[in-house]
């Protein structure tokens, strides 16, 4: 087993950062919530692991050429409102409206989290970190024109973009005799959210290109009707058609999903990574699928590293068995904020190689403020409820035989690229 001694681990944060994404409106004040816990528990505390380097980043806001990566120019200025006067047909042109309405702060809300999840993308780019985590980013259901789902700015996708990049070629004509024919990098990106990541399957799908693919995209979620987002590309893989595409793959899953279901499709995510063989994993950590969510009440998963296919397990899987890839972790949905903030401070110290336990108290530390929101049990412990796994066993085989064909036509284009 890989010692966790190797890695080294960014966490980006910044005051900026906090202050921004804690008025986002779907999630008012839950960014001071995750990272005030998080340092109170003396995970930013660079002797928290003696197994782990840490260091904490300070992002700087994304800028225009960033955002264009991209996002449409017309949709750029229009988030950071550097066009007047704005109509209200424009609003609905762009999505601002409804569950993504402008709020006070919004482009230096797009600027802080486009910018964290590109400079913790860039720390693994140069070899500055293995692992980087920016829990305010993960805004998967964003697209190229129009905002979505609580979603503003495509970060996950802009990190994506970034990590595929052929790093320049190297100063000396002698270093480059030495590395001929490096391989394009190849990213991987696994969505754990509850919510099917619509916004960044959407921008890399294209069936009719598959010679030339560097990224996979996989989005383990619930799928029904009239659950968002509504899309073809949320549903279990069906080939033989024109419109399949092996780098765009879901795995949807039915209510009450327990640690029992996650356990049973867990290895057709490895297999699928064993096969893509990927450089950069980009791991979205939404927690809108944990037991007790309040607007999300779809699965009935839970956290313990301990208990096989817990998110806890799931996350220690990727940090400690991927092995030959970099890692980013981001953030995403979860609607219980101090739910969120026990759940990226547990995973937080599983990434550093020193779980914390979940029995203990949260601090009730003056340093602290939101020590009476984690009523009533006042621990680190999410634990999962009561609700049925309607994931029966005839279900699970469909999801494996469907997910053995589609490796076997994985295998047979990357043979050939
Ligand atoms: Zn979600």
């Given amino acids: 087993m890989c010692s966790p001694a190797q890695y080294q681990v960014a966490y980006i944060v910044s005051q900026d950062l906090i202050k921004y994404s804690s008025r986002l409106p779907s999630n008012v004040g839950r960014s001071i919530l995750v990272h005030s816990l ?55 042109e762009f999505g601002l409206e409804d569950d993504c309405p402008r709020f006070s702060g ?26 980087s985590i920016n829990w305010d980013g993960g805004r998967h259901h964003a697209q190229k024109s129009r905002a979505a789902g609580f979603c503003y700015v495509a970060d996950c996708v802009l990190a994506i973009l970034l990590l595929k990049k052929t790093l320049p070629a190297p100063a000396s004509p002698l270093s480059r005799i030495l590395t001929p024919n490096q391989r394009r990098y190849r990213v991987m990106y696994l969505d754990l959210d509850a919510h099917f990541s619509d916004g960044v399957s959407q921008a890399f799908y294209s069936p009719a290109n598959l010679k030339s693919k560097q990224v996979l995209t996989l989005s383990v979620h619930h799928a029904a009707p009239g659950f968002f987002p509504s899309s073809p590309l949320a549903q279990l893989p069906f080939e033989p058609s024109t419109s399949f595409d092996p780098f765009t793959l879901s795995l949807p899953l039915l209510e009450g999903a327990s640690v029992k279901t996650f356990a049973n499709i867990w290895p057709h995510v490895e297999c699928i990574k064993d096969i893509f063989n990927p450089d950069y994993v980009v791991v979205q950590c939404g927690v809108d699928g944990l037991a007790g969510d309040p607007k999300c009440k779809v699965f009935n998963w839970c956290l313990d590293v301990a208990i096989e296919g817990s998110l806890g397990w799931c996350v220690s899987r990727i940090v400690n068995e991927w092995k030959g890839s970099r ?71 469909d999801v494996q035989n469907r997910f053995e064909r589609v490796s076997e036509i994985l295998r047979g284009v990357l043979q050939s690229q």
């Fill in 38 to 92: 998080a340092n109170a528990l003396g995970l930013l505390s660079q002797d928290y692991s003696p197994h782990t380097r840490l260091q904490v980043i300070k992002p700087g806001p994304a800028t225009l050429d960033d955002l264009s990566m991209y996002h449409a120019r017309n949709y750029i200025d229009a988030i950071l409102l550097t066009v007047e006067p704005e109509t209200e047909s424009e609003s609905v």
């Fill in 106 to 131: 919004l482009p230096e809300y797009v600027r802080l989290v486009a910018g964290a999840t590109i400079t913790a993308a860039r720390v693994l780019r140069f070899g500055y970190a293995n692992i």
């Fill in 327 to 397: 890692k980013l972790f981001l953030g995403g949905g979860g609607y219980h904020s101090p739910n969120a903030a026990r759940t990226w401070s547990y995973l937080t110290s599983i990434i550093l190689g020193k779980p914390l336990s979940l029995s203990m108290n949260i601090p009730d530390d003056p340093s602290h403020s939101g020590f009476p929101l984690y009523a009533p049990t006042f621990t680190l412990d999410v634990p999962s409820g009561n609700m049925i796994d309607k994931n029966t066993a005839e279900y699970l085989a």
